[in-house]
C-alpha cells in the first residue's frame, strides 16, 4: 500500500524550468499531460511515413529509426545532411504537423523566451535499446537564432548538454517522458547527443523511446 501511494506520488510530477545556459532551458514535466495523445499522433504518422535508419555521407547507418512530419523533413543519405518536402521513400509530401504538436512546440519556445518560434518541420527519433546519437550541432537550418525544441516520450534518456567546442564537457541530463529541452539564440550550436538507451519499459512504450525535434527549417 506505502509503496503503491509513493508510486502515484512520484507520477505527479512538477513543472520545473531549469536554465542549462544562456538561451537553453530544461522544462521538466512540460508535456506530462500530452504524453499519451502525443504518442497516438505518432502512431497515425508512422502508418503514412514509416520509420527508418538513415545513412550518413560517410556511409554509416543510424542506430536511431526516424521520420517527419511538417512542411519539411530533415533526411540524410550519401549525398548530405538537408531538408527536403517529399519523402524520399514515398516520393510524397511529409505528413502534416498535428495541431497537438505545434501547439506544444510554440508553447515551450514561449516559455524559454523564443515567442517568435514557428516550426516547419518536426524530426521523429525512435530509439531502441542500445541505439544512440553521438555528439552534434544542429546547423541545416537557416536561422540559427530560432530554438530546436525538443520533446522526451517513453523510456528515459541520458541526453548530453555540451559546448560550443564538440571537447567542452557536457552536462548529463536525464530526460523523462514529458521533459522539454529548448536551445537557441546564444547557445543555438551547443553540441549535444544521447547516450545509448538502457533496456528498461515505459508503461505506454515498452522498451522505445521516441523524440520529437521541432525546427524553423526555411
Ligand atoms: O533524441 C534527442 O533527445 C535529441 C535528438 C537530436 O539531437 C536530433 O534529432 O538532432
Ligand atoms: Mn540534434
Given at each position: 500500500m506505502t509503496e503503491d501511494l509513493f508510486a502515484d506520488y512520484e507520477h505527479a510530477r512538477r513543472p520545473q524550468a531549469i536554465a542549462l545556459a544562456n538561451g537553453a532551458v530544461w522544462l521538466q514535466a512540460f508535456a506530462d499531460k500530452r504524453v499519451s495523445a502525443l504518442l497516438e499522433a505518432i502512431d497515425g504518422l508512422l502508418t503514412q511515413a514509416p520509420l527508418r535508419q538513415m545513412v550518413t555521407p560517410g556511409g554509416y547507418t543510424m542506430s536511431v529509426a526516424m521520420t517527419n512530419c511538417g512542411a519539411l523533413g530533415w533526411v540524410t543519405d550519401r549525398r548530405g545532411y538537408r531538408y527536403q518536402?517529399?519523402?524520399?521513400?514515398?516520393?510524397r509530401p511529409w505528413p502534416a504537423m498535428p495541431l497537438l504538436f505545434h501547439e506544444l512546440a510554440t508553447e515551450a519556445a514561449t516559455a524559454a523566451g523564443y515567442p517568435d518560434f514557428a516550426p516547419d518541420a518536426c524530426l521523429i527519433n525512435r530509439y531502441l535499446p542500445g541505439a544512440r546519437m553521438s555528439l552534434h550541432q544542429d546547423k541545416n537550418e537557416i536561422d540559427l537564432y530560432q530554438p530546436i525544441v525538443s520533446v522526451s516520450l517513453g523510456v528515459t534518456a541520458t541526453f548530453l548538454f555540451g559546448g560550443d567546442a564538440r571537447g567542452d564537457k557536457a552536462q548529463r541530463l536525464r530526460l523523462h517522458s514529458g521533459d522539454v529541452v529548448v536551445w537557441g539564440g546564444p547557445a543555438r550550436l551547443r553540441f549535444h547527443g544521447v547516450d545509448t538507451l538502457r533496456q528498461e519499459q515505459h508503461?505506454?512504450?515498452?522498451?522505445c523511446r521516441f523524440n520529437l525535434t521541432f525546427r524553423k527549417a526555411r
Amino acid at each position: 500500500m506505502t509503496e503503491d501511494l509513493f508510486a502515484d506520488y512520484e507520477h505527479a510530477r512538477r513543472p520545473q524550468a531549469i536554465a542549462l545556459a544562456n538561451g537553453a532551458v530544461w522544462l521538466q514535466a512540460f508535456a506530462d499531460k500530452r504524453v499519451s495523445a502525443l504518442l497516438e499522433a505518432i502512431d497515425g504518422l508512422l502508418t503514412q511515413a514509416p520509420l527508418r535508419q538513415m545513412v550518413t555521407p560517410g556511409g554509416y547507418t543510424m542506430s536511431v529509426a526516424m521520420t517527419n512530419c511538417g512542411a519539411l523533413g530533415w533526411v540524410t543519405d550519401r549525398r548530405g545532411y538537408r531538408y527536403q518536402a517529399e519523402d524520399p521513400v514515398s516520393g510524397r509530401p511529409w505528413p502534416a504537423m498535428p495541431l497537438l504538436f505545434h501547439e506544444l512546440a510554440t508553447e515551450a519556445a514561449t516559455a524559454a523566451g523564443y515567442p517568435d518560434f514557428a516550426p516547419d518541420a518536426c524530426l521523429i527519433n525512435r530509439y531502441l535499446p542500445g541505439a544512440r546519437m553521438s555528439l552534434h550541432q544542429d546547423k541545416n537550418e537557416i536561422d540559427l537564432y530560432q530554438p530546436i525544441v525538443s520533446v522526451s516520450l517513453g523510456v528515459t534518456a541520458t541526453f548530453l548538454f555540451g559546448g560550443d567546442a564538440r571537447g567542452d564537457k557536457a552536462q548529463r541530463l536525464r530526460l523523462h517522458s514529458g521533459d522539454v529541452v529548448v536551445w537557441g539564440g546564444p547557445a543555438r550550436l551547443r553540441f549535444h547527443g544521447v547516450d545509448t538507451l538502457r533496456q528498461e519499459q515505459h508503461p505506454l512504450t515498452g522498451n522505445c523511446r521516441f523524440n520529437l525535434t521541432f525546427r524553423k527549417a526555411r
